[in-house]
């Protein structure tokens, strides 16, 4: 099938680059390390606090910070876009006859390797300094699953916002207005109980937060198939939105 | 001959500019057709419609028997394209460029790697078929580059500025690839701001000019457009004064004369278009210029170029629009 066929070829294209250059793939994990060292000694003592939900404050931020994965990563994927576009391999691309949504899906798919791979490291990292996951395997996968979804969301929207701009500084502003807000208005950091009134609505319009409220019992208590499957499904949706967003920006490329 | 490429009110308008504007073009099979003007008159947009790059804002075009909007699939399958910019993967080797576009065509392994063997001896570039792009230099980048767009043996072949910044050794070497091609039947539609190379390379050119055809024909019906000659004569540079004052007093003389049209005057250069022919121009030309005492240190006799044909066409010279258009 033609749409196969074409995920392929441009799935092993992007793969053969990044392979040539390992060194992009864990720059988006470089920023989450210095916090996981970093916070989990500043807030040491959050954890102290009657009601908060573990005895040590790693536990909890663990898992919140290996869903940020797929907040940091997507930038430098609108990058590699934009090397495409400046060097006019874009525009040549988009003259054969291949198929549209096989270029995002294709470049997507390797990303989403490579988010898997930063995740597991992470947790690597993270399981040597002490957490655990009381779900076992299962629960890993389980993690990988949600964040890569949450990633590809987040891909779809970097790979059209660099489509329709066509310059780098509105990816570099909106990823940096966007990181914070995306992470304060969520249960990353602290329990969604520990919050005011409206950061809980806002929590309910973002992502991100669907991504923790679903992995962090993985973490720390087990199994809540309710929260894991209304995660699959925001997320499940938020992703097709991404990369549908990222294809109709492609399509409207040349114009 | 078979028409190939036709265009019908071809139109593009970018927010309130017309960039292309209600173009009627009509490109034969196997010809290498030339589209001629200066930056910013419309080309690079005319060749991204017909690759179905971007969507006219109105009209319509034919390429190869496909309607570009309604059958842009059929079309991206029987053209190649190569744009302006490098349009290859710097990371990625030149093999592995040609076998990505050619997987994106649709061919099978097989059929691909004799192809790419092929083509890599076609364009010179076998023995650096394994480096990365980023490696190479820019004649080689050109060559690799329209190469991509050779890979699944199109029938048309749109090359934007094929020769944009080359140097010459490269340009006459790119200029003989098109013509290869041309000769084992591809028909090849081409963009350039280089008069040599559309007077060289193209069978038939289309001179055009704020998004409109404002001359059509094989370089040698433009150039029969301009009727006569042009006389250039070059003053001595001596006594800058003298030459200054010389220089002017044979403009004045000249342009009253019936038999000239229009002069254009560089440092000590006067080129003077001629009505008649060149040959019965210069005498008396000399005979105007002894009597107003102005030395001649040399004259020259010249056939007209695309550019005087520019000249005619638009009022303007390609010269006044950038500096660098030998």
Aim: aromatic fraction near 8%; hydrophobic fraction near 45%; proline fraction near 4%.
């Amino acid at each position: 099938m033609k749409f196969l066929h074409d995920v392929w070829y441009t799935f092993l294209r992007h793969l053969r680059n990044d392979l040539r250059e390992p060194v992009w793939m864990f720059f988006g994990m470089i920023q989450p390390l210095i916090w996981l060292l970093l916070f989990t000694q500043l807030f040491q003592n959050v954890a102290a606090v009657p009601g908060f939900p573990t005895s040590s404050y790693i536990e909890f931020f663990a898992p919140g910070l290996i869903v940020m994965l797929a907040v940091f990563g997507p930038a430098y994927a609108g990058f590699e876009v934009l090397s495409d576009i400046y060097h006019g391999v874009l525009e040549k691309t988009l003259v054969t006859p291949v198929n549209r949504y096989a270029l995002i899906t294709g470049s997507a798919i390797n990303w989403a390797l490579g988010l898997a791979l930063r995740v597991l490291i992470v947790f690597s990292i993270a399981y040597a300094m002490g957490v655990e996951v009381v779900t076992g395997f299962g629960g890993v996968l389980l993690t990988i699953l949600i964040v890569t979804l949450l990633g590809l969301g987040f891909f779809g929207l970097s790979n059209a916002l660099i489509l329709v701009t066509k310059s780098e500084t509105p990816l570099v502003v909106t990823a940096n207005l966007a990181t914070m807000p995306l992470m304060f208005l969520s249960s990353v950091m602290a329990p969604s109980e520990f919050t005011p009134e409206w950061i809980r609505i806002a929590m309910k319009l973002n992502p991100v937060n669907y991504a923790v409220e679903a992995v962090r019992p993985l973490f720390l208590s087990g199994f809540d198939w309710t929260k894991i499957l209304v995660s699959l499904t925001v997320l499940g949706i938020f992703s097709t939105l991404g990369i549908t967003t990222a294809t109709l920006a492609l399509r409207k490329f040349g114009e | 001959m078979k028409t190939i490429v036709e265009t019908f009110d071809l139109t593009k308008v970018y927010k309130k500019i017309v960039a292309v504007d209600r173009l009627n073009l009509n490109v034969k099979k196997g010809e290498i057709f030339g589209l001629l003007g200066p930056n910013g008159a419309g080309k690079t947009t005319t060749i991204r419609m017909l690759t179905t790059y971007t969507r006219p804002t109105s009209g319509s075009a034919v390429v190869g028997g496909y309607d570009i909007i309604r059958e842009a699939r059929k079309v991206r399958q029987i053209i190649g394209y190569s744009a302006q910019e490098s349009g290859v993967d710097q990371n990625a080797t030149g093999r592995e460029n040609l076998m990505l576009f050619g997987r994106y065509h649709g061919m099978d392994t097989i059929t691909l790697k004799a192809r790419v063997k092929e083509i890599l001896e076609l364009v010179d570039l076998t023995e650096a078929a394994g480096r990365l792009v980023k490696t190479y230099s820019s004649g080689m980048r050109k060559r690799l580059e329209i190469a991509t767009a050779l890979i699944h043996e199109p029938e048309i072949l749109f090359l934007d500025e094929p020769t944009l910044g080359l140097d010459v050794q490269t340009r006459v070497n790119i200029w003989n690839y098109i013509r290869e091609l041309n000769k084992n039947g591809t028909t090849i539609i081409l963009t350039t701001h280089y008069l040599e190379e559309a007077d060289k390379l193209c069978d038939r050119v289309a001179i055009i000019d704020l998004g409109k055809v404002v001359a059509l024909g094989t370089p040698k019906e433009l150039k029969s457009k301009v009727k006569g000659d042009v006389v250039s004569l070059v003053l001595p540079l001596k006594e800058l004064e003298k030459l200054k004052l010389n220089m002017a007093k044979a403009e004045e003389t000249l342009e009253k004369q019936p038999f000239v049209k229009e002069i254009r005057s560089t440092n000590n250069r006067l080129n003077v278009y001629v009505n008649e022919k060149g040959e019965r121009a210069i005498p008396e030309i000399l005979r105007l210029l002894e009597k107003e005492r102005v030395d001649v240190e040399s004259i020259t006799l010249s056939r007209p170029s695309l550019d005087d044909v520019f000249l005619m066409c638009t009022g303007r010279t390609f010269h006044n629009h950038e500096g660098e258009t030998r």
